[in-house]
């Protein structure tokens, strides 16, 4: 397993650290710090996911805690963690799978990402970034409502 970066908090937010990570931030931004930034590769599909969460899932960001101390793996990946809600982008080595997976309470659920084996357009009539974003939408959604996901397994 690749080990989480060691950072405390980024000083900026997740689009500005993706796009421009010399650019200055607001101060009333929900990823925002005093301490320095990290500079973190961060993969294509989980940009889109953290800034889906950043542009439309503002509240419940803050809500549950997930915008203090963003996780950036090596291999592109996140994990978001706040209380008793966490938030992860992961890839499958042997599968070859992206996946967006949440823990809220004792539930647990995946959504897949995209299918590196299959073209990104072979199930769908949305484009993948369409996909991730309502992916991202329908999870923040169950979450809020209590409808989301399964009981969390022992095995895990």
Partial sequence: MIGLQ???RLGRSFSQLILNPLKP????????????????YVHPLTQIVLTRLQDKHYNF???????EDPQFKSDGTVK?????????????????????????????????????????????????KERIEKAVTDMVGMIEDGTFGEPQQDDM
């Fill in 6 to 8: 060691t950072s405390t």
């Fill in 25 to 40: 931030f607001s101060s009333s931004h929900p990823f925002t710090s005093d301490s320095p930034i990290n500079k973190a």
């Fill in 61 to 67: 960001l803050k809500e549950f805690k997930l915008s």
């Fill in 80 to 128: 978001l963690s706040g209380g008793s809600t966490m938030i992860t982008t992961s890839f499958d080595d042997e599968t070859k799978i992206h996946y967006l997976n949440a823990q809220h309470k004792d539930k647990v659920g995946r959504y897949v990402l995209q299918e590196n084996l299959k073209p990104a357009w072979h199930s769908s009539k949305m484009s993948p």
